[in-house]
């Protein structure tokens, strides 16, 4: 009997880097706080989802991110009510206590855009969800440390939460 050794030596490091390339990204994307900033105003963000199960992982992603939701605003609803058409559109409000409170105790005026907010709604057989960003309206006023941290906390909690719906949990 011939005894043949096989060399698995490459095939096994492709196995491992792809493996951890594969666990990297589950941990280092949607899921992440470590979101890219974008320097405007909004983060959008369009999802190719049915709107009620876009919806729902939006709320499962805002408490997921230990946010609690305060109202979910049925703004389509209200205007069908008079007669009028528009698309699927709900406006989340949404905070984190802590969060809120380390903004607000050195600057009352972080009151104005308070609570989060994503606004989600359907355009053709997209979903679409918006928010403003922390980041870009903490330029307008004078920040500590400890400010400036939470702002980008959030607005990278906020961009997190969206892309969930887009890549899941």
Do not use: W
Request: aromatic content about 12%.
């Amino acid at each position: 009997m011939i005894n043949k050794k096989k060399n698995i030596g490459l095939p096994a490091f492709l196995v491992i880097v792809l493996t951890v390339v594969y666990c990297g990204s589950l941990v280092f994307t949607g899921n992440s706080y470590g979101a890219n900033i974008p320097k405007g105003p909004f983060y959008i963000l369009k999802v190719k989802k049915r709107f009620k199960n876009a919806l729902f992982d939006l709320k499962q992603g805002i408490e997921d991110a230990n946010f609690s939701i305060l109202a979910v605003a049925p703004i389509s609803t209200g205007i069908k009510g008079i007669g009028r058409k528009i698309p699927h559109l709900r406006v989340i409000d949404f905070c984190n206590l802590h969060d809120g409170y380390d903004l607000l105790k050195n600057n009352m005026n972080y009151s104005a855009f308070m609570p989060c907010r994503i606004a989600i709604y359907k355009d053709g057989k997209y979903t679409v969800m918006i928010s403003y960003l922390p980041t870009y309206f903490s330029k307008f006023f004078k920040n500590t440390p400890e400010q400036k941290k939470t702002v980008i906390k959030v607005t990278r909690k906020i961009i997190s939460i969206m892309n969930s719906v887009k890549t899941g949990f």
